[in-house]
């Protein structure tokens, strides 16, 4: 996989999101044929949208368009802003019941009136391709086959590329939130990682970062790891996606930054990704590989051994 690390003379290498994603997709779509002969059909994938949120159907849009670039069917249901709870509630049953639909993602977020934990609640565990289930969270606790959520399982595999078997790697994910920062501990703690799991009252977070091997920046919150906070050599993988004012751009200008701060951090890291095109692109194909996994796992047929996560 040398083509997604990017040298850079005297500066990081950078981990190309982009064309790591697109890897992990022609193995799924390799999976996919594979699975369809006993399938009888394509996987399918089925994605509910729920309001007019513009970031959600641009996610939506190429979550549909890179499903059927793979092979399989991408099956998509939009309800207005304002759709009843219980009758989300009842769509998402609705699919959970029809053997069609091997793998069912609602979109996040929902609006305000909606209880997203009930909602998320309502999905088959065994089509639960986002792995944000209880049940999904609970097997990755146990380390139990199952599920696990698409970004976290996305970093683990870039800093596998980036520095190959894991183990004994120290690892420092800043971030707790169920998403991202709490499923992120656990898999690289299955990699046999030492993992640091911080947050805003962490103390001397710099400090920890400096000793990390691996540092995970999921935080929400524009350049927030300064250049000076990262190790000799470490891998630097920014979830972050923060737009902020760019008055180079001007009036009114704006710009896409992690929670990284890139050109300080890219002199002393070893690899990092980029904002945008590092962390962004690996969450659909690696929802692409969990679509393929439960396909195969609802009928009983074995997971191509070529998938990735």
């Known amino acids: 996989m040398s083509d997604i690390i990017l040298p850079q003379a005297g500066r990081a290498a950078i981990l190309d999101g982009k064309a790591a994603a697109a890897a992990i997709d022609r193995a799924a779509a390799e999976a996919a044929r594979a699975l369809t002969p006993g399938l009888g059909r394509p996987p399918c994938l089925a994605v509910v949208l729920v309001g007019e949120d513009p970031a959600s159907q641009v996610y939506v849009r190429n979550k549909a368009r890179r499903t059927e670039a793979a092979g399989m069917t991408s099956v998509e249901h939009r309800r207005p802003a304002d759709f009843p709870q219980e009758d989300l509630i009842a769509l998402v049953q609705e699919l959970n019941a029809d053997d069609g639909v091997d793998g069912i993602l609602v979109q996040l977020p929902l609006p305000g009136h909606i209880d997203e934990r009930a909602v998320v609640e309502a999905i088959d565990p065994a089509k639960d391709v986002d792995g944000l289930t209880a049940a999904s969270a609970g097997r990755l606790v146990l380390g139990a086959p ?93 979830v972050g996606i923060n737009r902020v004012d760019a008055p180079e751009k001007g009036e009114g200008g704006s710009k896409l930054v992690g929670d990284v701060d890139f050109e300080a951090a890219s002199v002393r890291a070893g690899f990092i990704t980029p904002v945008p095109g590092g962390i962004g692109p690996m969450t659909i194909a690696m929802l692409l590989a969990n679509t393929v996994r439960a396909a195969a796992g609802r009928k009983g047929l074995p997971i191509p051994e070529n998938l990735p996560g």
């Open 146 to 238: 199952g599920l696990r959520p698409c970004t976290p399982s996305g970093c683990v595999w870039l800093a596998e590329q980036a520095l190959g078997d894991l183990t004994g790697k120290s690892v420092i994910v800043i971030g707790r939130s169920i998403l991202v920062g709490k499923p992120a501990a656990l898999l690289f703690l299955e990699k046999n990682c030492t993992v640091t799991l911080a947050h805003s009252r962490t103390k001397d977070l710099p400090g920890l970062c400096r000793s990390a091997d691996i540092v995970v920046a999921a935080v929400g919150r524009p350049e927030l790891v300064e250049g000076d906070w990262i190790g000799e050599g470490a891998c630097v993988l920014d």
